[in-house]
């Protein structure tokens, strides 16, 4: 009766573990919402703007497809070697920006991701560079500029000029490396009679309606660095509440971040600046930098350059151009702040890949390579295992003795184990130490866009998302989509099995509660880790197999544990026949 009971507490306790855990996934890991297509009728509203920085799209209404908005005339071509897209003359605005080596989905076919586009789109993001001033003629939103050079491409820089009328001229020149940067040089030259007084500005523009899902460990929104330090603490609503915010402390980059996208800018080396994030109203935001005021005599000139992130977060990409001077820009990958485990982690199995060329067998030596450097704790763990086996008749024999006084039975085997030199805790240390490589495991194939899209073999072929070949599709032959904790794929079904193979190899427990809980768990953990990333079942399948491997070893080096785990089952068996 008492075992009838035990077992339904058991069976209750994994269902609502089952169903919470879907409940809290669904609350920390929402699904990014679907891009929202506005209709005809509704316009993009706009705030102030400080500073007198000129709003780009006031009165637009964003009705415009992306293919139709790059059919004006006029636009310079961008051909680097990660990016493709133009510069529009009017506003003098990067807004049309594709990423070559990024596909859109796992499909081949699916063509290159989309990360800039023009004002009045549906997914409209885009960078401006311009100037404001009093009592001088400013280049606008509106102002069509004279381009020159092109197609914009290392070594093949840009320029667009515009004459005021006034005796001022003002030029930008792009220039553009073999990643994601643009540089982009902001030059007034003053012919007039008198001195003008001007301030550069560039600002990023985006839409939230394409920003993945800002969550507890991995931020979307806005960033930058500030006195410093990486500034993760801004989201989107964050903003909408302030309408202007204003990080503490010194602009070392601004801009916005996804998952595995940004945009961001970089001021000039030394110049004063003033970044700030601003709410534009219906989901739109801007990445303000304006510079201090400039003085610019008859006669002479006045430049300020600017340098524009647009791109992968790649972390070889990102850490060379920390290296090259921009602080911390490594960290616009949100690694948390276990980085310094992380990062180490990263790179090995980065290492791995560039070995094998696959990243499921990277993960798979990965997994080889932990599981080998813990085998000596490993040992240990047995070994404190056989003796705990080997003094399991003397803590019976106290159970007995002390049932009715939990605190003296406590404190009789606390000396047991004192006197016999046993460890309970031994057995436990593999796991503890395998916890921190899964969760870093996990934050990789979750933020690292090397992760994203890569193949292991037949049905995987992205192994950052979940087995799409689960039992309720017909492993992936049906076009639906069961809900997360039913979504049992055949790496799920591995894991579940390869789990309770290795509880089997363990010696069994003393408390009966502890046995059913152990003889279900592997069932439950399969329903609560079939909604993961399949790079980590592989993991954890892949451990699992290791782990059984390693146990029969070591039952080979320990054959009275073997045989006294035996002899367990053996009574238990005879004890259930002898109920029926």
Known sequence: MNNQRNLIIAVVLSLVLLLGFDFAMGRFYPEAPA??????DTPVQRAAVEAGVPEPTTGEMRVRDVATALTSAGRVRIDAPEVAGSINPVGARVDDIVLKTHRQTVDRDSGPVRLFAPAGTPTQQFAQFGWVGQGVAVPGANTVWQASGGPLAPGRPVTLTWNNGQGQVFTIRFDIDEFYMLTVRQTVGNAGNGSVALRPYAFVNRTSRTASADTWNVHSGPIGLFDGAVDFAWN???????????????????????IYWLSALVPQDGARV??????????????DLIYDPVTVNPGQQASRTTRLFAGAKESEVLDHYEDAGVTNFGLAIDWGWFRW???PIFWLLRTLFDLT????VAIILL??????????????????????????????????????DRATLQQEIGKLYREEGVNPVAGCLPLLLQIPVFFALYKVLLIAIEMRHKPFAL?????????PATILNGFGLLDFQPPSFLAIGVLAVLLGFTMWLQFRLNPQALDPMQQQVFSIMPWVLMFVMAPFAAG?????????????AQQRYLYSRHPQLKAAMEADRAEKARAAAAQK
């Open 274 to 287: 003033t970044g700030t994030f601003r709410a534009l109203g219906d989901t739109d935001y801007r990445a």
């Open 536 to 548: 980590l079942l592989l993991y954890w399948i892949t451990s699992n197999i290791l782990t059984v």
């Open 341 to 343: 485990f992380m990062k």
């Open 236 to 258: 989107y609503d964050d903003v909408d509440e302030a309408e202007t915010a204003d990080p503490a402390g010194a602009t070392g980059w601004i801009g916005f971040t996804d």
């Open 459 to 467: 049905w995987i072929r992205d192994l950052s998302a979940p087995d």
């Open 367 to 404: 997994t080889c390579i932990i599981r080998g450097l813990m085998f000596p704790v490993a040992q240990k763990g047995f070994a404190s295992m056989a003796q705990m086996r080997a003094v399991q008749p003397k803590m019976k024999a106290l159970q007995e003795r002390h049932k009715d």
């Open 35 to 40: 891009p929202v297509t506005p209709t005809a």
């Open 357 to 360: 060329g696959n990243f499921g």
